[in-house]
């Protein structure tokens, strides 16, 4: 059955530090893909990257960088040089779209960036 | 373009109530999803829309339905309402693998 578990729940850490946030998932397919999202305090989830199985080539995005590694079902979120506005809830989510092709989401990491 | 939009953001009902929430999709996305988020179950898959047919649900109550128009505007319906339905409602319409969400709508149950 696909799973994404992350398993730290809350992470804090000051200002400009570097953070990375876990994300482990499982699955029996071999196509599949996988998601970051962002839930700022106003709620709404806002899409950071989406990966498929096929590419395991790192994604830097400016500040943002993910590091997918199919041999340990891995896709880890690192933000450099962070800032307070990246403080949120993050989701990591997986989807398997020859099965049903839904999105399943992991329980999310709290960040607090602090001045 | 306009992104996804759910009416109303906000909602306060009583036990036993129905309830009904709308989200309109991006133009063009023809494929609505609904979630559920609480602080305890987290985000919570509840169903999937696309041309007006159910593709995919989750593992909810039958008092949770939905349902899509021709236009791609969605409705989720609640009915006998729970405290344990407390939570942020939201909707997302996806674009092939990519998915984006509305505001949500917060339902508070009394």
């Known amino acids: 059955a696909q799973k994404v578990t992350q398993a730290q729940t809350e992470i804090s850490v000051v200002e400009k530090e570097d953070v990375t946030l876990d994300c482990v998932y499982e699955?029996?397919?071999?196509?599949?893909?996988l998601f970051w999202y962002k839930q700022p305090p106003s709620g709404e989830l806002v899409f950071l990257i989406r990966r498929n199985s096929f590419d395991e080539q790192n994604e830097i995005s400016g500040r943002y960088s993910w590091n997918f590694q199919k041999s340990t079902s891995s896709f880890n979120f690192t933000i450099t040089a962070s800032q307070v506005v990246d403080s949120a809830v993050y989701f990591c989510?997986?989807?398997?779209?020859?099965?049903?092709?839904?999105?399943?989401f992991g329980k999310g990491t709290r960040l607090h960036i602090l001045p | 373009k306009a992104g996804v939009t759910q009416t109303p953001r906000y909602l306060i009902k009583t036990r036993g109530q129905q309830v009904t929430l709308s989200c309109s999709p991006i133009?063009?996305?023809?494929?609505v999803s609904w979630y559920q988020q609480t602080p305890g179950q987290g985000l919570q898959f509840l169903f999937e829309y696309f041309s007006e047919t159910q593709r995919n649900k989750g593992n909810f109550p039958g008092r949770f339905s939905g349902r899509q128009f021709s236009n791609s505007r969605s409705e989720m319906n609640v009915s006998t309402l729970e405290l344990g339905d407390s939570a942020l409602y939201l909707c997302?319409?996806?674009?092939?693998?990519?998915?984006?969400f509305g505001p949500g709508t917060r339902l508070t149950v009394t």
């Open positions: 699955t029996r397919d071999t196509t599949y893909y």
């Open positions: 989510a997986l989807s398997e779209p020859n099965r049903d092709d839904k999105i399943i």
């Open positions: 133009s063009g996305h023809r494929s």
């Open positions: 997302a319409s996806r674009d092939h693998y990519e998915q984006y």
